[in-house]
């Protein structure tokens, strides 16, 4: 059987795990930071920190140890915070096989070097680019946890790797679908999160279905002229990687960016939020690398700019909303192609 290694037992590597166990074709070890964590998923098959009410397949082991999960590894799936993957790759690649392909759950870009997930990959391990794929989508990791439907898109640049990809992860109650655009699912993925934060601030606020729909939309918009901007396929965005996931999120209580956000538009302070939130908010910490990105890039992104305003400069949700509003009149398609 293909021997999958997965790094990060929080909440999207636990449910993606227990996709690729129940997809029934590869062993599954699942690298945990804490041992308690990891000893509870061997012997109870539940972990207790963020799904206690599922039952994971019995076939998926957990250890805390990364040179026994990387082993023999033929894919290894990457699913800890953006920002802290670096580090965490340097501290792996010893025991990484060379031959592996690696494969990124994770939805952010890089402060400071702006660099998105798989080119940080890259950058530290030297994996050719056909070695490196990613899985996007709208895949709230609660939902699929508790195995319910949904769809993904795999990506890699060499379309055989991603449908390897594909057939470890096509469990019954999850489709992954192959894609060539790794850009554009990557870039899909990591905007989405900004655009969330936002929506989540127009529902704290208490804004209606009008607001929500036109930030879906125009948050949609920036994140294609970026992503075209950056070599991706404009339809990539109207797919799975790009609207699937941006819709999910801007209208799901459980996604962790969006409450962020309602937090914040009902008047909590962006310390307050940070200190009660528990799991990663990506586009928190990414919204500011995505706004350098487009900066520099030429790219106008007036949603992701607001919101680094109101989280990383403290300009309150109302000023943010007057604002965006009274931004100079525009066509609505601009800057693209
Ligand atoms: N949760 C979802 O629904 C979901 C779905 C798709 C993609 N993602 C993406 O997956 C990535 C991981 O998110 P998550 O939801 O699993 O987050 P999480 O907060 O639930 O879990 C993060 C995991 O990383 C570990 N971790 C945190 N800091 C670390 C560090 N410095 N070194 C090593 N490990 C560290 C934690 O212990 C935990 O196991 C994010 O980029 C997120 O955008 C999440
Ligand atoms: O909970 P969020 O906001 O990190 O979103 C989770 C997933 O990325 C949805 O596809």
């Not at 305003?309 to 949700?317: F, I, N, Q, R």
Request: charged share 20%.
């Amino acid at each position: 059987m293909t021997k999958v290694a997965i790094l990060g037992g929080g909440s999207w590597g636990t449910a993606f795990a227990n996709v690729v166990a129940d997809a029934g074709l590869a062993t599954v070890t699942l690298w945990c930071r804490r041992p308690e964590l990891a000893a509870a998923i061997n012997d109870t098959h539940i972990n207790p920190d963020y799904f206690p009410q599922v039952q994971l397949n019995p076939e998926l082991h957990a250890t805390t140890d990364p040179a026994q999960a990387l082993a023999g590894a033929e894919f290894v799936v990457l699913a800890v915070p953006s920002q802290s993957l670096r580090d965490n790759l340097d501290a792996w690649r010893p025991h990484i096989p060379p031959d592996a392909v690696i494969v990124s759950l994770i939805k952010g870009v890089e402060l400071g070097t702006t660099l998105r997930m798989s080119e940080v990959v890259r950058s530290v391990l030297n994996h050719p680019a056909d070695q490196v794929a990613v899985v996007s989508g709208p895949n709230l990791a609660g939902e699929i946890a508790e195995r319910q439907p949904a769809t993904a898109v795999v990506a890699c640049p060499h379309e055989a790797t991603a449908v390897r990809l594909q057939h470890i992860c096509k469990a019954p109650y999850f489709r992954p679908y192959t894609h060539t655009d790794l850009v554009g699912a990557e870039l899909g993925g990591a905007v989405k999160n900004v655009i969330a934060l936002a929506v989540g601030v127009a529902v704290g606020l208490g804004f209606g279905d009008n607001a929500k729909a036109s930030l879906i939309t125009r948050g949609l918009a920036e994140t294609v002229r970026l992503a075209v901007a950056l070599g991706a396929d404009e339809h990539t965005l109207a797919g799975l990687a790009g609207m699937g996931d941006l819709v999910a999120t801007c209208s799901s209580p459980l996604s962790r960016n969006r409450t962020f956000g309602e937090k914040l538009g009902s008047g909590m302070s962006v310390a307050d939020v940070i200190a009660e939130t528990r799991q990663t908010a990506e586009g928190v910490r990414s919204a500011r690398a995505i706004s350098a990105l487009a900066r520099d890039n030429g790219v106008d992104m007036p949603i992701t700019e607001t919101v680094v305003a109101m989280v990383d400069e403290g300009l309150p949700p109302e000023e943010a909303l007057v604002r965006f509003m009274s931004r100079s009149a525009k066509p609505e398609r601009y800057g693209v192609g």
